[in-house]
């Protein structure tokens, strides 16, 4: 059964520093998300992406967070100058048409030190 | 704006005990509605989800849930515990107004014991 990916498994950055966080929906799907949750914490929104642009995007995606799709088949996380409070789990999901339930990698965990 | 609370954030049942898992959400427009599982270090498993027609689905490992509007309920369950089944077990609802984003509950942690 096809699978989104998610690398790394584990990042650890400095606070401070920017990080990509990586992603491969799966190859047919045509919406892209970014979930990410805050250990103890519910699953929050972040981002969702279709045909090449931003369709929705949460309080918590400010100017610190961007997306990309610079392929046919990868979807990035940029956070710049990370900070503390960024470390969390961070999933990526995709979907099909209407309808279709969003499928989720297993996360990429990042730890800001 | 769209909500969801799971009553009970742990969950302890005996092994071949039925399995009740709570979920109520808020919504403006009809709901789509969903139960994704959580293991251990990996991501979230679709169990089920209910979009329209019948109210009553039925998901993957032997998982139901009911979906009752007069109740704003889609509670989760399942007639007989197994091990294998201790996880974390999410609900989540989403608007297709709003590119269909999920919002969460805070998670049920469910726990067998033997």
């Known amino acids: 059964e096809p699978e989104v990916t998610q690398t790394p498994s584990h990042q650890v950055t400095q606070m401070g520093q920017e990080v990509i966080l990586r992603c491969v929906p799966i190859s047919n799907h045509l919406y892209f998300y970014w979930y990410r949750q805050i250990l103890g914490q519910k699953v929050e929104f972040l981002v969702s992406f279709y045909n090449n642009e931003i369709s929705e995007k949460s309080e918590i995606f400010d100017d610190q967070f961007s997306v990309e799709r610079p392929d046919g088949s990868n979807f990035t996380l940029k956070i710049r100058s990370t900070k503390l409070e960024d470390s969390a789990m961070y999933f990526c999901?995709?979907?099909?048409?209407?309808?279709?339930?969003?499928?989720f990698g297993d996360g990429t965990r990042l730890s800001i030190l | 704006a769209q909500s969801v609370t799971q009553l009970g954030s742990h969950v302890s049942v005996s092994e071949g005990a039925l399995v009740l898992l709570r979920c109520n959400y808020s919504s403006s427009v009809p709901p789509y509605l969903f139960w994704y599982v959580q293991y251990p270090n990996q991501g979230l498993q679709l169990l089920l989800k209910y979009t329209t027609g019948a109210t009553l689905v039925k998901g993957i490992n032997g998982f139901e849930a009911e979906f009752k509007k007069s109740e704003t309920s889609f509670h989760l369950t399942k007639p007989s515990a197994h091990m294998s089944d201790a996880a974390e077990y999410f609900c989540?609802?989403?608007?297709?107004?709003?590119?269909?984003?999920?919002?969460f509950g805070g998670g049920t942690r469910l726990m067998v014991k033997p």
């Open positions: 989540a609802v989403s608007d297709e107004n709003a590119g269909n984003m999920l919002t």
């Open positions: 999901a995709s979907r099909g048409e209407s309808n279709q339930p969003q499928h």
